[in-house]
Each structure stands twice: as structure tokens, then as C-alpha cells.
């Protein structure tokens, strides 16, 4: 079955703009996360989407959002660029509820934002 | 908030040679994940162990999760060139809760 997929692979920004990054999770997955990895500071979680719902925030500012549509699809926003935010952001699914292994984690490759 | 921290940060292997990390989170997990990621690559998931003292084993690699689920450590012996990449333990407090990762021992294998 098909993987996670995240789209675009790589992308260039300037400060002050905005991105929109996108995620599809595996079939029958109905949980996504997205983390930050930056050298420095390892995977920062950012948030998950259940169910069209945030169920979880990590500590990051009201410029990082997301949402999660009725296929499970997700898409993450940054808003008002700043260099800080280059990265590579990784989107996970999970089945998010059930029997043991439910949040284990499938990655998706990476988006990585490079802002200039 | 919750903290969960691996050592060493770094690990040189001579080829052959054994080594362990160590993954230790400040509050009880209800479960703990190791993942692996590759160099240029995205992290895969390794294996997940939930009861207290329990050990698992995948071919050259043991993993172990603490009495008081707030430990847990990954062995490897006879350390081979395909090991090399970055290890990270992740857990969560609580069913439903998100998974927060350890910092990563990132391995590198001497040949």
C-alpha cells in the first residue's frame, strides 16, 4: 500500500512569505502529525490532526497551523516567514486509536523549506 | 512539560564492536517507539515496547523498557556498517497523547 506522502519535496521562500506544505497519509490512517527537524533541535513536534480535529499543539507561535480534510489529508501553514523556520517538516500518520500500535508512526519523506 | 533524553549524542563504533544507548524520559510513558533514521532520510520505525521490563530482540539489536517505564535502551552488537544513522526513542505520557522524541544518538561506523 502506498506510503505517506508530502508534498512539495523542496521549496524556496523569502521572509515574510507564507507556505502551504501537504500531507496524505497511508489508507485507513485517520491520524497525522507534523514535527520540525532542524539540526540543532532534533524533531519538535507541532501538531496532530485527528478526525478533522487538533488533538495535539506543541510549543510553536500562532504562525504554524494546520488542518486536517475529511479523507485525512492534511496540510500545515506557516505564515510570515523567517529564516528560523527553514527546516524539514515531516508529516506521520497513525491510526490514532485502537489496539496497541495505534500511534505508531509511518513518515512521510519531508518537505524542505529553505527561507532566504 | 514532558522531556525525554537520549545519550550519548554521539556514537563512534568501530565495525564489529557492541554499543547501547540510552533513552530517559522525565515522566512515566505508556509505551516507548524507536525509530531510525538514515542519513538524508526520514525516520522509520523500528519497534514499540509497552510492558514494564520488557525486552525485545531484532537480529543484532535489543531493546529494553525500564521497570518504571521511564527508561529504556537500545543495544547493538556486532555493530555493522548498515547501522549507521541516527536513533530516536519517542514516547507518550498517555494513550491519545503526542509522541515526544528524544534528541537522537546519531551513530557513525568506523570501518
Known amino acids: 500500500k502506498a506510503g505517506v506522502t508530502q508534498t512539495p519535496r523542496y521549496l524556496i521562500k523569502t521572509r515574510g512569505q507564507q507556505v502551504t506544505l501537504s500531507c496524505s497519509p497511508i489508507?485507513?490512517?485517520?491520524?497525522v502529525s507534523w514535527y520540525q527537524q532542524t539540526p540543532g533541535q532534533g524533531l519538535q513536534f507541532l501538531f496532530e490532526?485527528?478526525?478533522?480535529?487538533?488533538?495535539n499543539k506543541g510549543n510553536f507561535p500562532g504562525r504554524f497551523s494546520g488542518r486536517q480534510f475529511s479523507n485525512s489529508r492534511s496540510e500545515m501553514n506557516v505564515s510570515t516567514l523567517e529564516l528560523g523556520d527553514s527546516a524539514l517538516y515531516l508529516c506521520a500518520s497513525s491510526l490514532g486509536q485502537g489496539l496497541s500500535g495505534a500511534n505508531v508512526l509511518t513518515f512521510g519523506a519531508g518537505s524542505r523549506l529553505t527561507v532566504l | 512539560g514532558q522531556q525525554v533524553m537520549q545519550i550519548p549524542q554521539y556514537q563512534h563504533v568501530q565495525e564489529g564492536e557492541d554499543f547501547t544507548t540510552y533513552c530517559n524520559s522525565s515522566t512515566t510513558l505508556s509505551n516507548i517507539q524507536w525509530y531510525k533514521q538514515r542519513p538524508g532520510g526520514h525516520p522509520v520505525f523500528l519497534i514499540q515496547l509497552v510492558k514494564s521490563g520488557e525486552v525485545k530482540k531484532q537480529k543484532r539489536l535489543t531493546f529494553q523498557f525500564g521497570e518504571a517505564k521511564k527508561n529504556s535502551s537500545l543495544h547493538i552488537t556486532a555493530t555493522q556498517t548498515t547501522d549507521v544513522g541516527t536513533y530516536f526513542c519517542?514516547?507518550?505520557?498517555?494513550?491519545?497523547?503526542?509522541?515526544?522524541f528524544g534528541g537522537g544518538t546519531r551513530v557513525l561506523v568506523k570501518p
Open positions: 489508507s485507513g490512517h485517520r491520524s
Open positions: 490532526y485527528f478526525s478533522e480535529t487538533q488533538r
Open positions: 519517542a514516547g507518550p505520557r498517555a494513550a491519545g497523547n503526542k509522541l515526544t
